[in-house]
């Protein structure tokens, strides 16, 4: 509006009013054309740069989807979306759904910091600082349910046995908050839960009627499946954690075992649970049965705090999870744990799947005495003996962190389409640097052996690895050809060569001579 009102101002400053019958009289009032609607398409407006603010002015509740046109999850959401901005334009005029394609509104992007997509944020009353992210909602009902929480109540109150009743009839999976005081912190955590388990209805009671009748004495909050309860979370001090009651609640909208597929896949991403327990086995197995019974009275026990998911190895569709766990066919049925947060994987140190094999084994990851899995290949005979050396997880540390030589090694995946193409390039440069003393190029197969590295990037990368260094690790962020591999390291040569202990002794002995008086002769 500041720009508009400048603009105004410019343009009746430089024209003067005219009174001729053609000008427009210092008394006459020129007629405002409306400005057109922000566009829309499935009613969801379209936003860009240019017509947020705008957006954000005319909204007092506005959710917006940060996407990318192109991608499979964007696709799938944006049907749900359309949904939901449908039936909320019909019902509430404060509420709105946007939505911005962040390959073509890079600004935006690089404002809220988007960095996955979908991406959803929640702006109230015009504010475009510190929007709410929604995380975890993917269908229509969930959006309306998530927006409502966030702008009004966010559980149902039961004063009454009848009303409790009445709210867990209905329902397959329910939640209930018992407390003794409506006011308090873990009230509040218990209604913040809630608005982000869209999924679930909340109740929440302080009546002595309600208590009374589900056998309820101290402050609790109960889940409730088709009526009954199935889990108990009392307070501990009278408080409660939102992180691991989102996380425990939500588990209750998946099964205790998740079969891993194109449709679940998502969703076992939405439930903010870092730990997943991972079982691979073909279904048509003589002892699936009785491994997948074992598996799953195990889950019980661990619920909100390591997920159980199972991958079916018969199904051609999940080979790249199989491979990503790098599980081979002889070794089926396998059972691994995998850490989102730090990608550590721990395998089951036993070769049965009990129940209590699997017991010992989440106990033992939750407590932290398991021991970290690294898949290796077997060193293959002759690997040293090529311009460019073949590494496995048995033999990378030994070459790479050496004393005497410098290693550059390239990391790639037989599958990945650029690796194949830079393949050959890398033996062109092996055999550069075939006879050069001190100096080895290697390569590794990381699909198939693991090695301890930070910030591991999309295959193919580059390390070079400077001799005399147990720690240090150099990311190659050049350009992918011959010349600029082989210009890269003639700089780390000669750069390490300035830095070498030899150099800086070559360089006190040449000072001292310099600072030698000459005897004459």
């Not at 829309?40 to 017509?51: A, I, M, P, T, Y």
Request: charged share 30%; glycine share 4%.
């Amino acid at each position: 509006m500041r720009a508009l009102w400048l603009l105004l101002f410019l343009g009746l400053a430089c024209c003067p009013f005219s009174t001729t019958e053609d000008g427009i009289g210092p008394s006459e009032k020129k007629s405002k054309k409306a400005k057109p609607k922000i566009k829309e398409e499935d009613n969801v407006l379209v936003l860009n740069k240019g017509n947020f603010d705008r957006a954000l002015n005319e909204t007092k509740y506005l959710l917006v989807e940060f996407y990318i046109s192109l991608s499979g999850p964007s696709q799938t959401l944006a049907v749900e979306f359309a949904k939901a901005a449908e039936q909320l334009k019909k019902e509430a005029v404060d509420i709105r759904l946007g939505k911005v394609d962040v390959t073509e509104q890079k600004d935006l992007k690089k404002e809220f910091d988007i960095q996955e997509y979908p991406t959803l944020k929640f702006f109230v009353d015009g504010k475009r600082k510190n929007p709410i992210d929604c995380k975890g909602v993917r269908e229509a009902s969930g959006f309306i349910t998530w927006v409502r929480r966030q702008i009004g109540p966010s559980t149902v109150l039961l004063n009454s046995t009848e009303q409790a009743k009445a709210f867990l009839d209905p329902e397959d999976l329910a939640v209930i908050g018992f407390f003794k005081s409506l006011q308090g912190e873990a009230v509040e955590v218990f209604s913040d839960s809630a608005r982000d388990v869209p999924e679930l209805p909340f109740g929440l009671t302080a009546s002595g009627e309600v208590f009374a009748h589900f056998g309820v004495r101290e402050d609790v909050v109960v889940v409730f499946q088709k009526g009954k309860s199935v889990h108990n979370e009392v307070p501990t001090d009278g408080k409660l954690n939102k992180l691991e009651l989102t996380r425990l609640i939500k588990t209750f909208t998946m099964d205790l075992v998740t079969e891993y597929n194109l449709e679940t896949s998502v969703k076992i991403f939405d439930v903010p649970v870092e730990h997943h327990m991972v079982l691979f086995i073909p279904k048509s197995s003589g002892t699936f049965n009785k491994t997948y019974e074992n598996y799953l009275s195990a889950a019980p026990e661990f619920r909100g705090k390591i997920m159980f998911i199972l991958v079916d190895t018969d199904e051609t569709r999940n080979g790249r999870v199989i491979e990503y766990f790098r599980v081979r066919e002889v070794e089926v049925p396998a059972v691994q744990i995998l850490n989102l947060t730090s990608d550590a994987r721990y395998k089951l140190p036993a070769e049965e799947v009990t129940t209590e094999n699997l017991r010992r084994f989440c106990q033992s990851y939750l407590e932290g005495t398991a021991k970290r899995y690294f898949s290796s290949e077997e060193i293959p005979e002759g690997w040293d003996k090529k311009p460019v050396k073949v590494l496995v997880g048995k033999n990378f540390d030994r070459v790479a962190f050496n004393d005497r030589n410098h290693v550059f090694v390239m990391f790639y995946a037989p599958w990945c389409h650029e690796c194949q193409k830079l393949l050959p390039i890398w033996e062109e440069l092996g055999e550069m640097y075939e006879d050069r003393k001190n100096m080895v190029i290697a390569k590794i197969d990381v699909a198939a052996n693991e090695v301890l590295l930070t910030n591991l990037e999309h295959y193919p990368f580059f390390r070079y690895f400077p001799a005399g260094s147990e720690t240090e690790v150099v990311p190659y962020r050049g350009e992918r050809t011959l010349d600029a591999f082989d210009q890269y390291l003639e700089e780390q040569i000669q750069a390490r060569k300035k830095d070498s202990p030899k150099a800086e002794k070559e360089t006190v002995l040449n000072e001292e001579a310099k600072a030698t008086p000459k005897e004459e002769l």
